[in-house]
């Protein structure tokens, strides 16, 4: 019943009391009834407003714990959805930061995926005498220069952290002028980084597998994080590439040590073949078995003192605008003892190197150098070009590069690179030609179409002009074909070339 209601019956109540109250015992007696039964109207009244204020309070309650419990169900239902839609009871997370990635609720599982595409045109133009066949002087054409998929993450914890990177080399294509001819190679799919680290702490931790060794940094940094379109060709003889073994890692805030132990470093072109005086490769353990193992002992290792900036960003060969000062000095070491069996056909006994390098980030400009040496000693003395012997060589390079940002996005670069093989003085008369040095100087500009803050993106274009014959240093992967002849005789320079890549990394 409401307010009103109660109060119409009280007062209806209240004017029949009146009228038998003045009937039966006069007007002082009604007065004094009407007075009581004012008082009790009045309690009355005060009454009902008190039950009708519980009351209102009461439902109010009520309303607020009924949407308490709706919004409980709700969320539990949505909860149940979402394991449910990702096929796993706890939860599992997924998305995009700084490249896809795949985890579980409580972290303890990880799996990152990154891309990398580099699709390449390029043209190399060279002198090739009349009375030399089988060498073109012009060539250019596409080619996927670098295809790669890593798979990265942690298991476990995340201290225990792993890399697999499988990866598919150029299909090479060129066409030469005139005579339209098209030379094909198979696409070469293999895998680099296979190697599973663990972090014990205070920077300390312990890698097992295959992976770079640590020696020249320009190798170290990572190909999508270079300046140039391509890394020099110093770099391409002296890199000791990847080896499996085991590496020990110590990282502080201003310095780095790493060292590794394994099988054989790769090395290119390290020494002459015994009777024709030509350069060989000795490729390493790459992909090996334990019983071709050609080493009786491999080591590399670096130091690095970062006086200024953070680790992370002397990840690449470039400084955007914006980015703090960074200073950072690096020295490397090698060295390998080589077995005399039919797998190491270049007749090396043992190879010893060292290296060092700057990088200077200044916010919007770059500066990075290093240098090289490497002495390499024979299985036994070979013949000269003047009638002795030697049984050894003493090779060494240098590269000096620098970027500058022209706006926030076009990035304008030179670099200088020059290396000697020391191999001249074992060119005898089967092999007249001098092909030792490397001089080439490089010029090119960055563009990143989707502005410098995004790098998912960047078309790179340079020009190389050899002020040398390459000869020794000539390397496909860079675009460089050798100028030496097929007949011996004496070596053209003037060699130049010009690529263009578009890379997309994700």
Known sequence: MTRTGTIGMV???????????????????????????????????????KLEEVASKDGEWLTEARAADIRGIVQDVLADADSRASLQADGATAG?????????????????VKGQVQFRWAANFRDVPDSVSGQTEKNYGFE?????????????????????????????????SGAQ??????????????????????????RAGQFKAPFLREELVSSSSQLAVERTLVNDTFTTKFSQGVQVEWEQDMFRIQGFYGDGLRANRVGPTTGSGALSDYSGAYLSDFQTNDTDWAFAGRAELKLAGQWKQFRDLTSFRGEELGVMLGLGAMGQSLRPNTANSAGVEDMFGVTGDVTVDFGGANLFAYAVYRQVGLNSAVSTRGGGTDDSLEQFGFAVQGGFFVTEDLEIFGRYEFGDTDSNKFRTASLLADGESNSIVTAGVNWYPMGSSNTGIKWTTDVGFALDPVVDFNSSGGNWLSDQTATGAATQDGQFVLRSQIQLSF
């Open 144 to 176: 996927n220069r670098r295809t790669k998929l890593t798979l990265a993450g942690h298991i476990i914890d995340p201290s225990l952290t792993f890399e697999v990177k499988p990866v598919f080399n150029r299909a090479s294509t060129s066409i030469s």
């Open 96 to 112: 995009w930061n700084k490249g896809f990635f795949l985890g579980s609720s409580d972290g303890t599982f990880r799996l990152n």
């Open 181 to 206: 001819t098209l030379s094909n190679r198979d696409v070469v799919g293999s895998i680099e980084d296979i190697w599973v680290q663990k972090g014990f702490g205070n920077g300390f931790s312990i």
């Open 11 to 49: 007062a209806a109540a209240t004017a029949v009391g009146l009228s038998g109250a003045v009937m039966a015992a006069g007007t002082d007696d009604a007065i004094r009834q009407i007075d009581e039964l004012r008082q009790q109207n009045q309690e009355l009244a005060a009454k009902v407003a």
